[in-house]
């Protein structure tokens, strides 16, 4: 992988993620990306879930469910909105974090940059098979609907899904920062005759 297919990479909207998604060995090999992020005392904090194409509609079912648990009584149109995320991404993976307390050495923030570390690999390893991608969660992921529907153990968290799919329609270029504004010198200047 180049550099400029990192700093060129542009998340693209699941309902533009469409077939076909990876076949099992790429996806295969998109999970041993993820498993490759950095992890401090290989405490494998992160574990994926690939939601089964036929099984979209139990997901919507469980999408609306967790839209009710956040919201109480929903219209038709809250309703609509809630399922219809459930078929969008021509592949949907549940990104699932185990953050332990107590750990020597390994305090729950570097877990979960461990956790970002393995999705970002994913979102590349997705790029290098041509495949768009994003992550996204919404309130939903911090459901009871949704951790008990999905199977989570009750110290698991629901982080996101990642969607991966053919792109539909490109987006355009991202607006990020540069180096210029997130990268500083220590100490700030160099003085002069000391070497
Ligand atoms: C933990 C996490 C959750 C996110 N959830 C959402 C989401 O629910 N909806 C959304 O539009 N973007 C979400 N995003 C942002 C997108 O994944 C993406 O990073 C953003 O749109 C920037 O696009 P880019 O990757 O092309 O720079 C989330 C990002 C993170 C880190």
Redesign the pocket.
């Known amino acids: 992988m180049q550099i400029a297919e990192i700093v060129e990479r ?2 693209v909207s699941p309902r533009r993620l469409i077939e076909p998604g990876p076949n099992s060995a790429q996806l295969n090999a998109i999970i041993e990306a993820a498993c490759a992020a950095p992890d401090h005392r290989r405490l494998r904090p992160w574990r994926f879930v690939l939601i089964r194409k036929d099984a979209r509609e139990a997901l919507a079912d469980l999408f609306e469910a967790a839209a009710r648990e956040t919201h109480g009584a929903l219209n038709s149109d809250q309703v609509k909105r809630a399922r219809e995320k459930a078929e969008n991404g021509a592949c949907l993976i549940a990104v699932v974090a185990e953050i332990r307390n107590g750990i020597r050495d390994v305090p729950p923030h570097e877990q979960w940059v461990s956790v970002g570390a393995a999705i970002q690999n994913i979102l590349l390893a997705a790029q290098s098979f041509g495949f768009g991608s ?5 309130d939903k992921v911090s459901t009871r609907a949704l951790s008990d529907g999905l199977g989570l153990a009750p110290d698991e968290l629901l ?2 899904f990642v969607a991966i799919g053919t792109i539909s329609k490109q ?1 355009g270029p ?1 607006q ?1 920062p540069g180096a210029k504004e997130k990268l500083s010198y220590w100490p700030k200047e160099e003085k002069q005759g000391v070497k």
Do not use: K, Q, T
């Open positions: 542009r998340s994003m992550l996204v969660s919404g982080l996101g987006p991202a990020r």
